[in-house]
């Protein structure tokens, strides 16, 4: 096989709360599960689609896909803070070959990432992110106006169809989901100071990027105590999503819009489309099979907690 994919929910929360002991031993176990999948698997190059969290992509200007061509960790939530190994050649190959199918993708020389899209390769490769060559993919996520989940679908497809045939083993990698409504502060309701973090936010002091990681640890702990004003997991939604995942017909996915998800699943739902992105990836391969899945919904960690992994038919 020259084709798989992990894709992961991600949490800043994984170091800064504590759901109960079964509970994190579930977690572990289904980390353990994808370490050994990547490990065997033993890809050339990783495909990351991740989100962000106005950390590295902000209102000034806000495209819906970005390829980096560099990229570097912004070390949010004591993640990975420095440099990923990007071939950058490949990277604008694949840019063009994007382009080439009619999907209008921006470009980076000097992408910044954050938590959102490095923790999976903290976790798959222990901490080591610079393990495998890799292409980060920025996937719009939290940011309205948001484009239709079509047009990820087919975004994921013109990225896919670059490694078709290829004699490359790539993993495709989706960062994200499933339902949960995380204190990130919203275009249309924000407060002058918010709105101008969200707009041009970059380089915070060290104080404004630990108050901002408190509050949402704070925001975590009381929503696991049954305090917190935010929406609630929807494990009858997540579940439905990851039917569609292994059902192999990405096109399931177009029938998703960006109200009935928020409404249903919380603002940051929309995390899921970097699951559509790689599904689609994978699937412009080859019919794929979905060889595991862990799915839990987690209050501590603000997230219906999913992990899968999938790989080419024969």
């Known amino acids: 096989m020259t084709q798989a994919l992990v894709c992961m929910s991600h949490s800043p929360l994984l170091h800064h709360t504590d759901p109960p002991a079964e509970t994190k031993a579930a977690v572990e176990a289904a980390f353990a599960q994808a370490r050994a999948f990547v490990q065997d698997f033993d890809p050339d190059l990783v495909v990351n689609f991740g989100p962000d969290h106005y950390n590295g992509f902000f209102y000034d200007l806000m495209p819906p896909f970005c390829i980096g061509f560099t990229a570097r960790g912004i070390g949010d ?39 959102g899209a490095v923790q999976p390769m903290e976790i798959l490769y222990r901490g080591d992110v610079a393990a495998k060559p890799v292409v980060p993919v920025f996937v719009n996520s939290v940011a309205r106006p948001l484009v239709k989940m079509s ?41 002058d100071v918010q709105r101008e973090m969200l707009i041009d936010g970059r380089n915070p002091t060290p ?48 029938t998703y ?6 409404a249903a699943a919380g603002h ?13 990836a994978l699937r412009a391969c080859g019919e794929y099979t979905v060889d595991y899945e862990f799915y839990r919904p987690i209050r501590e960690y603000i997230a219906g907690f999913a992990l899968t992994t999938a790989t080419l038919r024969p």
């Open 77 to 115: 939530y004591d993640s990975f803070a420095g440099t990923l190994d990007v071939p950058g050649d490949l990277a604008e190959e694949l840019a063009q070959h994007v382009m080439d199918r009619d999907i209008d993708v921006a470009i980076s020389r000097r992408m910044h990432v954050d938590h």
């Open 151 to 191: 047009r990820i679908r087919e975004f994921g497809r013109a990225v896919g169809s670059y490694f078709q045939g290829s004699d490359k083993r790539v993993l495709f990698i989706g960062s994200g989901g499933l339902s949960h409504d995380p204190p990130v502060p919203r275009i249309e309701t924000a407060t």
């Open 207 to 254: 104080q404004a990027r630990t108050a901002r990681e408190e509050r949402t640890i704070s925001t975590a702990l009381r929503f696991a105590a049954g305090q917190a004003d935010i929406l609630d997991l929807n494990p009858e939604w997540d579940r439905s999503f990851l039917d569609v995942c292994r059902s192999g017909r990405v096109e399931g996915f177009d």
């Open 257 to 262: 819009t960006v109200d009935e998800m928020a």
């Open 268 to 280: 940051s739902v929309h995390e899921v489309r970097t699951w559509v992105a790689a599904y689609s």
